[in-house]
């Protein structure tokens, strides 16, 4: 269970004032108007909702006292974990992917939504068989998250789609296949993920 105060980035006991501009800010920056054309909208989605709770937890009272006590604080270094991971969404959101590489190689917790992000990362930087175990290691880990699923099937669909232009192009034509023309699709299938295999094109 998450602490609804660090969803916000917030330290316990901030105010209500407090409680109301992190969330107005966060909500700003993730509500999916704001996330149309963005490759990660499902990411983007899924944390305006998690925002949205947090908010009515603390706003509502949910995150009294036996919230605390039932809230698992064993992580000491701050950054580790739950800290780390939000970073790592804002890195993405940001298209810093390889910066959110290096943050996620120092996580010591490697949960489901670690190897999620990881997953993502890769993708996005045209790894794509390398992003898909870390997405199918999540989803194994968590097989309910719709978040998981969801972007597994979406690289599923990419690769089967890559895959089926490519045998298409090959029964077409008896010479050997174009280098180019590989080249530029696979830039193609880069650029749906927000990375850039063909910095030129």
């Known amino acids: 269970m998450r602490d609804p105060y660090e969803v ?67 992580n000491n270094s701050g950054q580790d974990s739950t800290g780390s991971l939000f970073n790592v969404r804002q890195l993405i959101q940001t298209g810093r992917f390889n910066e959110a590489v290096r943050v996620l190689n120092g996580v010591k917790i490697r949960n489901a939504e670690w190897s999620y992000l990881m997953g993502v990362c890769y993708v996005n930087m045209g790894s794509l068989g390398q992003g898909m175990q870390f997405v199918q290691n999540a989803v194994r880990m968590e097989p309910n998250n719709f978040e998981y699923k969801n972007f597994l099937n979406q690289i599923l669909n990419m690769q089967q789609t890559y895959q089926n232009k490519a045998y298409n192009y090959n029964r077409r034509s008896s010479n050997s296949v174009d280098c180019c023309t590989q080249l530029i699709c696979a830039d193609c299938l880069c650029e749906c993920l927000g990375g850039d295999l063909i910095s030129c094109c």
């Open 8 to 74: 916000l980035g917030l330290s316990r006991g901030a105010s209500k004032e407090e409680v109301k501009s992190a969330y107005r800010k966060l909500a700003k920056k993730y509500h999916p108007d704001m996330n149309e054309n963005n490759p990660l909208q499902d990411l983007a989605e899924e944390k305006f909702k998690e925002i949205q709770w947090a908010y009515d937890e603390i706003m509502n009272g949910g995150s009294s006292s036996s919230y605390s006590n039932s809230y698992d604080y064993s």
